[in-house]
């Protein structure tokens, strides 16, 4: 059975880092790019970041540049979401997707649940 897991969030305070997790089973992860998104209440789902499935190519959300870094640990099967200097408007759900190809690019065909950032003092 396919599965996404993200894990890994918490409350933090501002300008606290955090690393989630995206552990994939029922498939080999290192097949396909992955990608991160994050949806705050009220708010619409926003592409956070994206990882090529060799690690070589990355994306980030504006919003996001200079203070997340995506990487991946294929033999793990794992994707990770490493967040520093952390603002209260990163508070959302994070979820880990699944992309259709190797690369950031074309559709996302798999979902995971999520996990839940809460920046705030």
């Known amino acids: 059975q396919l599965q996404l897991v993200a894990s890994g969030g918490e409350s933090v305070q501002p300008g606290g880092s955090l690393r989630l997790s995206c552990t994939a089973s029922g498939f080999t992860l290192d097949d396909y790019a992955i990608g991160w998104f994050r949806q705050a209440p009220g708010k619409e789902r926003q592409g956070v970041s994206c990882i090529s499935s060799s690690g070589v190519s990355t994306n980030y959300a504006d919003s996001v540049k200079g203070r997340f870094s995506i990487s991946r640990d294929n033999a793990k099967n794992t994707v990770y979401l490493q967040m520093s200097s952390l603002k209260p408007e990163d508070t959302a759900v994070y979820y880990c997707?699944?992309?259709?190809?190797?690369?950031?690019?074309?559709?996302?065909?798999?979902w995971g649940q999520g996990t839940q950032v809460t920046v705030s003092s």
């Open positions: 997707a699944k992309r259709l190809t190797r690369l950031c690019v074309g559709p996302y065909t798999y």
